[in-house]
């Protein structure tokens, strides 16, 4: 459930400058958008292939957000957050692992999935495509200190009518590639508190252990 991503093709200095302006644009529209939302659900199904270790698991998920808190499940396994404290609940270990909401840079999570672009990234306009039938923007990201992040490329495909995500390809620099596909997404639907709260109750029997 960890985000560690992989290295892609070097560009020459004039393809990236030449694609910024163009995918800042559609970035920040998007964010501006993203921004309108005080709360969202969203549903995604997840694959991840390593064709050096031969993984090839496919699961899906959703996942609430509302301010800096999020619940988010994910197979067998959810992830809360209040916004100061992060419980990750692993079914098949019967174990809950508990930190600073602020320590969970490498965490998937929904907000950052839907944000992913904001911070840390140069960026580039790839080449149109459609994803069944709907024309999308694609753009490529890459982290701006390549050397202190666990990945190199993140590709966005936006779709050009609604300007909505669509689908996120993650690359680990060991060879793994995530794919999320966006199936659903709700703006501003009504989420109680208590939806980001961890009731050690609802884990009889889970170890806690604290990062």
């Given at each position: 459930m960890k985000i560690i991503i992989t290295l892609l093709a070097?560009?020459?200095?004039?393809?990236v400058s030449f694609?910024?302006?163009?995918?800042?644009?559609?970035?920040?529209?998007?964010?501006?958008?993203?921004?309108?939302?005080?709360?969202?659900?969203?549903?995604?199904?997840?694959?991840?292939?390593?064709?050096?270790?031969?993984?090839?698991?496919?699961?899906?998920?959703?996942?609430?957000?509302?301010?800096?808190?999020?619940y988010a499940s994910f197979g067998d396994n959810t992830i809360i957050s209040n916004g100061l404290k992060t419980w990750m609940i692993v079914k098949e270990e019967k174990s809950v692992y508990v930190s600073d909401a602020d320590d969970d840079e490498d965490l998937i999570n929904p907000r950052k999935l839907m944000t992913i672009w904001e911070d840390g990234f140069k960026n580039?306009?790839?080449?149109?495509?459609?994803?069944?039938?709907?024309?999308?923007?694609?753009?490529?990201?890459?982290?701006?200190?390549?050397?202190d992040a666990e990945y190199h490329t993140v590709i966005l495909y936006i779709s050009k009518t609604t300007e909505d995500l669509k689908k996120?390809?993650?690359?680990?620099?060991?060879?793994?590639v995530m794919t999320y596909r966006l199936k659903v997404y709700k703006?501003?639907?009504?989420?109680?508190?208590?939806?980001?709260?961890?009731?050690?109750?609802k884990y009889p029997g889970y170890t806690l252990i604290k990062d």
């Open positions: 070097i560009l020459s200095l004039a393809s694609g910024q302006s163009g995918s800042q644009a559609i970035l920040d529209r998007l964010s501006r958008k993203m921004k309108t939302h005080k709360s969202f659900y969203v549903e995604f199904s997840a694959t991840t292939k390593n064709a050096t270790t031969g993984a090839n698991t496919s699961d899906t998920g959703k996942g609430w957000v509302k301010g800096d808190k999020f580039k306009l790839g080449k149109e495509t459609t994803i069944n039938g709907e024309k999308v923007h694609v753009i490529y990201l890459y982290p701006k200190n390549p050397a996120v390809i993650i690359k680990t620099k060991d060879a793994t703006a501003n639907p009504e989420i109680s508190d208590s939806k980001f709260v961890y009731n050690p109750k």
